[in-house]
T-cell receptor
């Protein structure tokens, strides 16, 4: 079965550079979430989109922005990168209004490991 | 994960049962999840439970939910070395119009001793 695909898997950037992370949700999933997981930390919610509109916002820095496109894929844009942005960035997708309770789970991609040097 | 709490470490012997506990604070949680994360890997959904259920069993996994105490547990029967990982409890809180998020605990690192 198709899963959530994130690209790239690994990314190395220098301070003050920009980075774009991409997420392709499971087909027919209409909701995308972005999470940041620092070393030894639990995943922290950044932002989510439902039907191409931002639906919720967490601890996303102003230097970051994201959007969901008409094909439901999402991109997380990160500017003026700082050393502290080094983390694993996860994307997850789900169906907002499943037809049954069995369809509500959020499935995660493998993550993009961003290293800022 | 300030709204979801877990103990940080658990060690068990291979073949024993593991019980990982989690408490949450938001009474409007709709679903509660258990995710497994192996070193350097992504979050793998193990199982979930709807908030109006009190138990769910899936092969070696048993989830117990005490909604009154906001306590969730994951029991792994016949724990194997391949079960060594970090286990995250997460709650989904739905706030309407497709808007909700998963809030994670800090994870319990399960170490299985051969």
């Amino acid at each position: 079965a198709a899963g959530v695909i994130q690209s790239p898997r690994h990314l190395i950037k220098e301070k003050r550079e920009t980075a774009t992370l991409k997420c392709y949700p499971i087909p027919r999933h209409d909701t995308v979430y972005w999470y940041q997981q620092g070393p030894g930390q639990d995943p922290q919610f950044l932002i989510s989109f439902y039907e191409k509109m931002q639906s919720d916002k967490g601890s996303i820095p102003d230097r970051f922005s994201a959007q969901q496109f008409s094909d439901y894929h999402s991109e997380l844009n990160m500017s003026s990168l700082e050393l502290g942005d080094s983390a694993l960035y996860f994307c997850a997708s789900s169906i907002a209004y499943p037809q049954s309770t069995a369809g509500t789970e959020a499935f995660f991609g493998q993550g993009t490991r961003l290293t800022v040097v | 994960g300030e709204d979801v709490e877990q103990s940080l470490f658990l060690s068990v012997r291979e073949g024993d049962s593991s019980v990982i506990n989690c408490t949450y604070t938001d009474s409007s949680s709709t679903y509660l999840y258990w995710y497994k994360q192996e070193p350097g890997a992504g979050l793998q959904l193990l199982t979930y439970i709807f908030s109006n259920m009190d138990m769910k069993q899936d092969q070696r996994l048993t989830v117990l939910l005490n909604k009154k105490d906001k306590h969730l547990s994951l029991r792994i029967a016949d724990t194997q070395t391949g079960d060594s990982a970090i286990y995250f409890c997460a709650e989904k809180v739905y706030s309407g119009a497709g808007s909700y998020q998963l809030t994670f605990g800090k994870g319990t690192k399960l170490s299985v001793i051969p």
